[in-house]
């Protein structure tokens, strides 16, 4: 296929793509569109049910990501049926799982080893200081340990984070003994809970306890060729997140931060090199204090849910675009954002319930500046708050001359929404 963009024209003739995502990830739909624009095959492996013949109707590769070195081989004798020239992520948990089927195929990726340092919370801290980063005093502790031996050495304020877990789902600030062994114990009751213990991970029989860093939040999203980091945007996330949750919610770029920016820009590719990474996208989050830049985490994949839809590049190019493209070999290395400035709001819940309607949508969408007011909530459907939640209501995008004027429009936008949600399951 012949696509114009701008001025040139891109071919891919019969390329395919192997995507692996989890069936119920928002971006799985995307970046088959995405691909379905640029005249791209898509190789689908997800975490369906394998007993069911193509239940979502998407012709699927059955793959189960907590067991990786099983779900290798199915996709190594797929390869043999359908070939695919690249493979690409969308989450987490998939990362591991293409890292092993790239180094089988002999297909352009991360190194396995690099992609588990990402994935342990515990690695990634080693690997920075390994690398004379900035890191805070932290530790691990087995499940089954008695949390008040551990509070007896934690350093206060500190945060326990489960090891594996994205989206600051199971991060609890505590400050003092008392806080630590009720925080302890909550992430305990997380980490057992059947949709985490299901996944066997090792990683997941461990709390991190590190100290708090203060300061301003920032991702960074960004491309990686041959190991060098491309920031395609780094985003401010100006509600302050000091605990004793961290849930996010405002993400707007370009940052206003602009005596930090040099700084956390050079440690995230620091920390990327330290890691092994090599190729493809990366979501990094850090802090930036009196002290200097601080990474949290390093992933080896795009930025999460629907959040990517805040960014636009040369004539319109989505970041899916490019992530497709890049994977393929093009170079995207003079991307450049198509907006000012712009922004995403992931809806924050408010309280645990039962999730029943929402009004307000059309005043929302009617600010200046609103490009779209998008709720992914399903009526009837549970809804969390965090810690143990990991799912917003939905999302807010904006695009205007200034982050200032972007971040007022969906501020205002979101205090024109009204929730409903029900405490208790709805009498029929």
């Known amino acids: 296929m012949v696509e114009e963009q701008g001025s040139r024209k891109l071919t891919f003739p019969m390329k395919r793509i192997l995507l692996l995502a989890a069936v119920t990830g928002y971006q799985l739909r995307v970046f088959r569109e995405a691909a379905e624009r640029l005249g791209i095959g898509i190789v689908l492996g997800t975490d369906r049910c394998h007993r069911i013949e193509d239940p979502w109707g998407d012709n699927a590769t059955a793959v189960r990501f907590h067991d990786p070195y099983r779900s290798v081989k199915t996709l190594e004798t797929l390869a043999k049926v359908l070939p695919f020239d690249a493979i690409v992520a969308v989450g987490d948990q998939p990362t591991f799982l293409a890292a092993l089927t790239a180094e089988r195929l002999g297909l352009p990726y991360n190194r396995p080893s690099a992609v588990a340092a990402c994935r342990d919370k515990y690695l990634s801290r080693e690997s920075f200081r390994a690398a004379g980063l900035q890191v805070p005093e932290y530790f691990k502790v087995r499940l089954g340990e008695d949390p008040r031996q551990a509070a007896a050495r934690a350093p206060y304020p500190c945060v326990l984070k489960p090891l594996s877990l994205s ?247 979101h205090a024109a929404l009204e929730f409903r949600i029900a405490t208790t399951l709805p009498v029929v």
């Open 167 to 413: 989206a600051s789902r199971g991060v609890i600030r505590a400050n003092d003994e008392e806080e630590f062994t009720a925080a302890f114990r909550r992430i305990k009751a997380l980490l057992e809970t059947r949709d985490i213990a299901r996944l066997r991970e090792e990683q997941n029989r461990y709390i991190q306890v590190e100290s708090f860093i203060e300061g301003q939040e920032f991702a960074l999203e960004g491309i990686l060729t041959g190991g060098r980091l491309k920031t395609l945007a780094l985003f401010d996330k100006p509600d302050p997140l000091n605990g004793p949750f961290f849930e996010e919610t405002i993400y707007v770029t370009p940052s206003r931060a602009y005596e930090a920016q040099i700084e956390l820009m050079a440690t995230a590719e620091q920390a990327v090199r330290s890691l092994g990474l090599e190729r493809g996208p990366v979501h990094i989050e850090l802090r930036f204090n009196r002290e200097g830049a601080w990474v949290l985490e390093v992933a080896p994949r795009p930025i999460g849910g629907l959040c990517a839809k805040a960014l636009r590049f040369d004539s319109g190019m989505s970041l899916e675009e490019l992530i497709l493209r890049h994977a393929l070999g093009e170079d995207v290395s003079g991307a450049r954002p198509m907006d000012a400035a712009s922004g995403v709001m992931m809806i924050p819940v408010p309280r645990g319930g039962i999730y029943e309607d929402v009004a307000g949508v059309e005043q929302a969408s009617a600010i200046p500046g609103i490009e779209e007011v998008l709720i992914t909530a399903k009526q009837g459907q549970r809804i969390l708050p965090w810690p143990e939640g990991s799912s917003y209501l939905g999302f807010i995008f904006a695009r205007g001359e200034t982050p200032e004027a972007v971040e007022r429009a969906l501020r205002r936008s």
